[in-house]
């Protein structure tokens, strides 16, 4: 069974004790802040008073929101690494209503901004020279003026900020806290728990009535509670059409696009490229049928690795794996890599409560910690090299710039989790010496392609659709949402959705459908790591110095910009057109190994 967290080895759970000492400490912080936070509405109706008063006021908010960071980051950690504990759920409500009343209390500063002009601007920053630091920050917000409501309308949305969460924290709740899955058997034929961090792996089962046995199970869950899915989806879907529509976009696809300064052309160049290329996803589909010996090949067969090379590494021996696939992009890369692996910036193992999957969080002054859910794979392998390029992302970023730009956009933050994961293959792939082994990556590759550009983008076309569907006023029932999702998956896999009618119910488990148009990132960020790990480990050291220029820019240039000096243009389709050659060109190769092999 799950181990409790006190079971767990402290040595291999995150030492959140480096951001607050105790949870009393975090107490007086918070209720600190919070009065900190009240005191600053004295700011309001001054802010361009004069150039004094716009630096003292501009400074005062990216301080409180400094320490709001740093404060929410202990909460929603201490409250993932076991979501039951009621303390620490109330820790996290306490963060998110700071968050609104920051909201509130500073509801007035883009409205009073955006009244600034050029001259005044121009003569503000001769008269204090300090506020040159903040020019981008400036030039962003201007760029959002015409979105930007009275100061009385932004306090509003600003103040029913927890009210507009409520339908992704209520999902939280339900998918981490309160659903129980039923006890399945694993591959030695013994009961145990099917949990979110075990359903992969018995989904990876080579015994294809234990890929059954847990595939089944979970959905069963999740029809049961299609209804209540259905209506924290739709609630959150509807917070993004309200909130596009005060702000005057045309859709909430813009308005979140907006956020990153990204056109919605690279969105739909990805939607339009993925199904182009939905012949090749087919074409691997089929493969996989064929070397299974599976002629009614199920959604449950997706995920078994078509290998039967043990090709696994325990947490140990992905660390010092990762350390020397890693060491190719330099010396103080590794070091911090080292840093992470070794200073407790890492919560492993499954436990009790856990939320499940994998993330790397922190704030500007905390580490840049990681959460795992570990399982002995080679699939846990790549996650763990994911996580470590999001987290020295973020090292480099917070050390290089000021707070005002210490964080990145999230449409580049998918870029370098997954250029490792792209070095990691590479490494693999040079290293192998012999067909088996060589077979078992190129599988897990294709997998993993599959998984983040084909998977992602029929998520992100699901999402488009849902919010369309809801502008539109179509009522998004469970049974509206379950054929939607299915005839999606149908285009995509080849499969159909009478053969597989689980998989109607699994927009129910995806948390990212809460994210705000976040899914399609990781499809134009495993597409642009892919160009860039073809850079770093086939280029020159320049080719590597710009890409670590990458990871230290943050939010001092717009993201097209950022991504563009480290040599890839997502404004253009080359990218896309360059990642589904390697595909290609890796399908054929292990298309030609499965007939050398025999395995079909």
């Not at 005839?487 to 009618?501: A, F, Q, R, V």
Request: net charge negative; charged share 25%.
């Amino acid at each position: 069974m799950v181990k409790q967290r006190n079971e767990i080895d402290e040595k291999y759970q995150w030492d959140l004790s480096t951001i607050f000492a105790t949870d009393q400490a975090w107490e007086e912080e918070a209720a600190s802040l919070a009065a900190d936070i009240k005191a600053a509405s004295h700011y309001a109706g001054h802010l361009l008073d004069s150039a004094q008063t716009l630096l003292e006021t501009t400074n005062a908010y990216l301080e409180l929101s400094r320490r709001l960071e740093k404060v929410y980051v202990y909460a929603h950690m201490k409250n993932d690494q076991d979501t039951r504990v009621a303390k620490y759920q109330e820790y996290q409500s306490k963060g998110m209503s700071l968050y609104s009343l920051l909201g509130e209390t500073f509801a007035f500063y883009e409205p009073e901004f955006m009244a600034i002009t050029d001259e005044q601007y121009k003569a503000f920053v001769s008269e204090v020279p300090a506020l040159e630091q903040y020019g981008h920050y400036f030039d962003r917000l201007l760029e959002k003026k015409e979105h930007v409501l009275s100061q009385k309308e932004e306090e509003l949305l600003a103040g029913a900020g927890e009210i507009f969460a409520a339908g992704g924290e209520t999902f939280e709740i339900l998918d981490n806290a309160d659903i129980v899955f039923p006890t399945v058997h694993d591959d030695k034929g013994e009961e145990v728990q099917l949990t979110h961090g075990n359903y992969i792996s018995l989904v990876e089962s080579k015994d294809r009535a234990v890929r059954k046995e847990a595939y089944e199970g979970l959905y069963k869950v999740y029809e049961q509670y299609q209804h209540t899915y259905a209506k924290t989806l739709q609630t959150n879907v509807k917070v993004h059409n309200f909130n596009a529509k005060v702000r005057k976009f045309s859709s909430a696809r813009e308005a979140a696009l907006s956020e990153n300064f990204v056109p919605e052309s690279v969105y739909d160049s990805l939607v339009t490229a993925v199904n182009k290329h939905l012949p090749l996803l087919q074409r691997y589909v089929q493969l996989r049928s064929k070397i299974l010996g599976i002629s009614d090949l199920k959604m449950y067969d997706m995920y078994t690795p078509l290998s039967d090379t043990d090709y696994k590494f325990t947490y140990e021996e992905s660390l010092a794996k990762a350390e020397e696939v890693l060491a190719v992009l330099g010396e103080d890369y590794l070091s911090r890599v080292k840093r992470a692996f070794s200073e407790r910036w890492i919560d492993v193992h499954v436990n009790q409560g856990k939320r499940s999957g994998a993330y790397s969080g922190g704030s500007y002054d905390t580490n840049a910690f990681m959460l795992l859910n570990w399982q002995d794979t080679l699939d846990n392998l790549f996650t763990l090299v994911h996580e470590t390029g999001h987290s020295m992302h973020s090292s480099y970023t917070r050390e290089t710039q000021p707070y005002v730009y210490g964080d990145y956009s999230i449409f580049l933050a998918e870029i370098a989790s997954t250029t490792n994961e792209n070095i990691l293959t590479e490494r693999l792939l040079e290293e192998v010496e012999d067909d088996a082994t060589r077979f078992a990556i190129l599988n897990h590759f294709l997998d993993g392609f599959r998984g983040t550009v084909f998977r992602q983008t029929q998520f992100a076309e699901f999402e488009h659709a849902i919010h369309k569907a809801d502008q539109e006023g179509t009522v998004l029932t469970s049974e509206f949402l379950n054929n939607l999702y299915a005839e999606l998956n149908e285009k995509y896999y080849g499969l159909s959705k009478e053969d597989n009618p689980e998989i109607q119910y699994e927009w129910a488990r995806i948390p990212h459908f809460y994210y705000n148009y976040y899914v399609f990132q990781y499809s134009t960020g495993f597409a642009a790591a892919s160009a860039l790990a073809e850079k770093i480990v086939h280029g020159t050291q320049e080719d590597r110095d710009k890409y670590i220029d990458y990871l230290k820019a943050g939010n001092s240039d717009y993201p097209l910009n950022v991504i563009r000096k480290a040599g890839v243009d997502m404004e253009k389709e080359d990218y896309l057109d360059a990642a589904f050659a390697v595909f290609e060109r890796r399908l054929n190769e292990f298309e030609a190994l499965v007939e050398k092999l025999g395995l079909a």
